[in-house]
Each structure stands twice: as C-alpha cells, then as structure tokens.
C-alpha cells in the first residue's frame, strides 16, 4: 500500500509540475507536458479533491508507517499548494477576457447591448457544474440532431446540429469546428461545453467533421468549412436558426479553420462548385489557433520549434522553399483584409502546443487592417484545449463570447435598422419628388 501511495503522489506531482511550468521545448516535452499537465491546469479543484481522498484513504490503510509514506505526503500537499496556484490562475481569466472586451469595444460596451440580450448575461461560472460534472457538458434541455451530410466525402462531410427542446424561431447560429492539427479529431468530442451551453441558451449549433490529413491536402479541410457555412445558409431556418447571424469558433485547427474561413468570405478559389454562395460570418471567435504557417515573426526559430517536416508531410505535401504561396494561402496572417468581421481571438499564456506569441503578431497585424474590433483574450495560465471540460477558465472565455457576440448582435441590428431606415428615407424622398414632377402636392410635413 506504501508503495501505491507513493507512486500515485508521485504522478500527481509531476501532472502538478507541469501544469505550473508548461514547458514548450523540446517539443516532444512539450507534447507531454500538456498531456499530463491539462487536468490539472483547468480542474485544480478536481485534483485537490483527489489528493485529499488519497490522504484520507491511505492514512486509514497505514500507508504512512514508512519513510517512504512520509515523502508520499509530502509530495500530496505540495501538489496540493500547487493546485491552488492553479485555480487563482483559473480565476484571471475573467479579468483577462472583460479587459479584453472594454480594450476592444470600449469602457461602455454594456451599454450598447440590447436591454433584451443584456439581461440575460452571466456575471460569474456556476460551480456545480465545475465540481460536480466537469467532464460531461451534456444537457438535458438541448437536443442533438446527428449525421447530416454537407457534402459527398462521406462521415467526414457529416455534422450535427445542436438546438433547444423548444426549438424557437430566428436564433444565432455557433459553427464549431474541432481540432486535431488537420489530421484527427471529430465533430463530437470537442468543444461540447462551448456548444451545450449556446444551445441551451436558444442558439443553434452546428459542429461538423471535415476531411483530414494526410488524406486530404490543404486546402480541402477550409472547403468543406466553408461548405458548412454555405449549408447553414440553406438549412439553419429547419432548426431556428437566423443564418444572417452566423458565428463561427473552435480550437487549435479549428481556431485556424475559423480565422482563415472568416478572411476568405466568398473567395471562389475555396468554394468549388459553389462559388457563388454566401460564405460569410458574422463574427469569428478562434481559440488557441495556429495563424502562421511560415513563421514570419520568426518566434518558432528563436525558440527551435520546427514544424516545418510535419506540414510538408502531411498538410502541404510540399516545402516552404518549393511552394511559398501555398504556405501563405494557408496561413491566416497573410489575409489581412478591412471588411474582416469582428474578431474575438482567445489564447493561452502556456500553451504548450502552438505559440501565444504567434496569436499577438496575428492580432496586432489584423488590428492593422481591420475595420471591426479585435480583440484578444490572453488567460494565465492557460493550456491547449481549454474549452474540453466544463472548468472556472472555460466558463470565463463562455461568458466572453457570450457577451462579444450579445454586442455584436446588438450593434449588427442598429447597422440593419440604419439601412432600413435610409432606404425609407430615399423611399420617400423619391416619391416627393414624383410628386413635383407630376404636379401632385408631395406629403407634408
């Protein structure tokens, strides 16, 4: 029992470690350091509940009898000291995320909510579900319709679509794209507490697969997102969903998949076969996504992250010297544009997969063109894949987006009353001046 007890504070100690530390090089170690460092990075509260448990039920079993059983229950509180580290860390997020909305829409960003939307706003995370659940994020109130095809590629041209019981008329519509760096993942593993929690709140969801590599080469993976989009366009009214106020998010890939699908609207270059659709977004809200192939800033050779053999392997299936412009084409930073949608861009200050500093040159480049707000969301201590578990830092970034897009929404329909009510202005005014020409006395004032 001595024995077991050291080896499970052993375990826990080093999850706890590199959960703090988050090392990023060599890559290998920073692959293992997320692996084992993600439990504990979003669910501290998960993990000291476990140590606790551990001290109680082998204390009563005598494991501490043994130097050996001393040193188990010191590594135990330290992970413990650690844990709590983490959930402070866990917390900031909030700030991080309310800094970054009055960063990028002003001080006064509330106010310009709708009073219907505003009210309806969260002002903390729920912790039941953050203690008692947080590994499961479905909910009883959403229904889930599966396996809709989008396209002729088979179960990777499927999606599922994610919306109310009741099922009301006119809702937003959240595309959530998975990740899997281009080469694994699927439509319902991923992001589920993003996509319960919307459509729970009267917003359909729609979560599709798309082709991957090495089978698929870019850019099939943006086609079939943006087949999606065209889909939606089509289809969201069979499910209450308004496709005039379309959003889209997800992870990693999928984080790229959203930015680079968001600055290539209507690009016919990615839409075979159906160049002529509506592809594009409302607003765009990638998390922890990859943004530059290329490495222009040139922060993945300072600190020796190579990436370059995989995305010739498997992504490319060319080098950046013999195609560049493949490279770019893939690379959201080199699609800068001023009709860009609003962005939301959330990331990690440890990630450990792919750079937060690529994220700010990304973010700062698009603030440079871009006629609608970015803005950025960096969360301490935050890991890769932070939106899998129901956590304190994950209800953070839910809120966010939550109200990123009740402002969006809101300042989306002042912009479609304003044009309604300039053609009603020109409406008139031409009909006043019909009248004139034809003699008639024109409407008074």
């Not at 350091?33 to 501290?44: I, R």
């Not at 969260?122 to 909910?139: C, D, I, T, Y």
């Not at 997800?250 to 159906?274: E, K, V, Y």
Request: charged share 20%; hydrophobic share 45%; net charge neutral.
């Amino acid at each position: 029992m001595t024995i077991l007890f050291f080896v499970l504070s052993v375990l826990g100690a080093v999850a706890t470690f590199f959960a703090l530390v988050a090392p990023r090089r060599p890559a290998l170690l920073g692959f293992l350091g997320w692996m084992f460092g993600l439990v504990p990075v979003e669910l501290p509260f998960a993990c000291i509940g476990w140590s606790i448990f551990l001290l109680v039920l082998f204390g009563a079993l005598g494991a501490f009898d043994s130097a050996l059983g001393i040193a188990g229950v010191v590594l135990v509180g330290l992970s413990i000291v650690g844990d709590l580290v983490l959930a402070r860390r866990s917390a900031a997020a909030g700030v991080a995320v309310e800094r970054a909305l009055r960063d990028a829409l002003g001080d006064d960003y509330e106010r310009q909510i709708d009073p219907g939307l505003a009210s309806s706003l969260r002002r903390g995370v729920p912790m039941g579900p953050v203690l008692l659940k947080p590994f499961f994020a479905k909910r009883r109130d959403v229904t889930r319709v599966r396996n809709l095809a989008y396209g002729d590629a088979g179960k990777r041209n499927l999606l599922d679509v994610y919306h109310g019981q009741s099922k009301p008329a006119g809702c937003p519509v959240l595309i959530y794209a998975h990740g899997g760096a281009w080469v694994s993942g699927k439509k319902d593993n991923q992001g589920l507490p993003v996509v319960y929690h919307f459509a729970s709140r009267g917003w359909v969801c729609v979560s599709p697969n798309y082709r991957l590599s090495p089978d698929a080469t870019f850019p099939d993976p943006l086609v079939d997102v943006k087949r999606v989009i065209a889909w939606v366009r089509e289809h969201a009214p069979e499910y209450g969903g308004d496709p005039s106020l379309l959003f889209m998010t997800g992870g990693s890939a999928g984080g790229h998949l959203t930015a680079l699908a968001a600055l290539t609207a209507n690009d016919p270059q990615f839409q075979p076969g159906f160049e002529t659709a509506d592809t594009t977004l409302t607003a765009a809200i990638p998390l922890y996504g990859d943004y530059d192939w290329t490495d222009a800033s040139g922060e993945r050779a300072r600190l020796h992250v190579d990436r370059s053999k995989f995305f010739e392997d498997k992504i490319v299936k060319c080098s950046l010297g013999a195609n560049r412009a493949l490279w770019e084409l893939g690379s959201p930073l080199y699609h800068m544009r001023p009709d860009a949608p609003p962005f939301f861009v959330f990331h990690g200050s440890n990630d450990s997969l792919l750079l937060v500093e690529d994220t700010r040159h990304f973010v700062a480049a698009l603030r440079k063109v871009s006629r609608e707000p970015v803005a950025f969301a960096e969360l301490p201590g935050g890991q890769h894949a932070f939106d899998g578990f129901q956590s304190v830092r994950c209800g953070h970034v839910i809120n966010g987006i939550e109200r990123f897009t009740a402002w969006v929404r809101s300042t989306h329909r002042a912009a479609v009353d304003s044009v309604i009510e300039a053609a009603d202005g020109h409406a008139h005014a031409s009909e006043h001046d019909d009248a004139g020409r034809d003699g008639t006395e024109g409407p008074r004032e």
